[in-house]
């Protein structure tokens, strides 16, 4: 199994987070403030066994739960980071992480974070790639302002972060990425072209970046899950408002992420059945075309 190979094999350099509210050595900080919060109960990284996670998207849904699965079993050092400053930190208190406030759509965010990271831990074993924005409404009304910053958040921020943490993993010759996609990227969703296009260009991207890291040692886990109940609908400005499919718990969704890390899982759904439109849509285009036009 990867994750008992990994805490077999790795071992933590003998340097450690800076305690107190605010790191004694930031990393950096922009207009909007990103930079270091740490929490003064992290376990010892001098552990040999501690494996490290990062989880962006880290403040609330996905994230958050990812953060409190990972916490809650053990063995792992989390860095987290959010858009929130204040949520995040209360998940850093709740799991016992690091935390770095960011907004990855702010330029050299993903560089700043994985800078602070490197620096601070020396490693990164599982970067689990949760953060995501939507928007919902008739394409043809779409501010291009939030074109811009779907694609920042959903591709070009995760895109940017693996190829920062992908060299190192390779070199250890073990690790994960867990890119958190969306089934909107499977079969396009009306009122979500944008959002569609881009958890589908990260779907591609997982699996092309598969064929090139086999045998590497390095894994690459496409987390697609359906609708979830998280703020997500609400900042997206529109609330979900159908009856089926019913939204799963996030708490739902990061058991999935420990399935991916775990089994070493390259594709799950959540929930499973949503597994058969994406077979359809690929086997039978049309039909599933037909269907999707009639029951929406």
């Known amino acids: ?9 790795t071992t933590v350099p003998h340097n450690s987070f800076h305690s ?33 996670a990062l ?12 953060a409190r699965r990972l916490a809650a079993e053990g063995n792992w050092h989390l860095v987290l980071n959010g858009r929130d400053r204040t949520r995040l930190r209360d998940v850093a208190h709740d799991t016992s992480a690091a935390a770095f406030p960011a907004d990855l759509a702010e330029p050299g965010a993903d560089r700043r974070l994985a800078e602070y990271v490197l620096d601070s831990v020396g490693r990164v074993d599982l ?33 940017r972060l693996v190829r920062l943490l992908l060299p190192g993993m390779v070199s250890q010759g073990t690790g994960r990425v867990v890119l958190i996609g969306s089934v909107a990227g499977s079969l396009g969703v009306r009122g979500e072209a944008v959002y569609s296009a881009a958890k589908a260009a990260l779907g591609t ?17 496409h987390v697609v899950p359906g609708v979830v109940d998280t703020p997500f609908f609400e900042r ?8 089926r499919p019913r939204p799963v718990p996030a708490e739902r969704v990061a058991d ?26 690929g086997a039978a285009p049309s039909l599933y075309r037909r269907l999707a036009a009639r029951f929406g």
């Open 55 to 66: 989880v962006t998207g880290a403040s609330s849904g996905i994230g958050a739960a990812v």
């Open 236 to 243: 997206r400005g529109t609330p979900y408002a159908r009856a």
């Open 127 to 159: 970067l689990v790639a949760g953060a995501g924005v939507g928007w919902s409404g008739p394409y043809n009304t779409m501010p291009p302002q939030a074109i811009d910053e779907v694609f920042s958040v959903d591709v070009l921020a995760p895109v």
């Open 1 to 9: 199994m990867w994750l008992h190979r990994l805490q077999r094999t």
């Open 20 to 52: 107190g509210s605010e790191a004694t050595a930031p990393v950096g900080t922009t207009a909007a403030g990103t930079g270091p919060d740490t929490h003064p109960h992290l376990v010892d990284i001098s552990a040999p066994r501690a494996s490290v």
């Open 205 to 221: 991207f997982a699996e092309a970046l598969r064929y090139e890291l086999r045998g590497t040692g390095v894994g690459i886990s």
């Open 256 to 281: 999935a992420v420990w399935q991916a890390v775990t089994r070493n899982r390259d594709e799950v759904y959540v929930p499973g059945w949503l597994r058969l439109p994406a077979r359809l849509h």
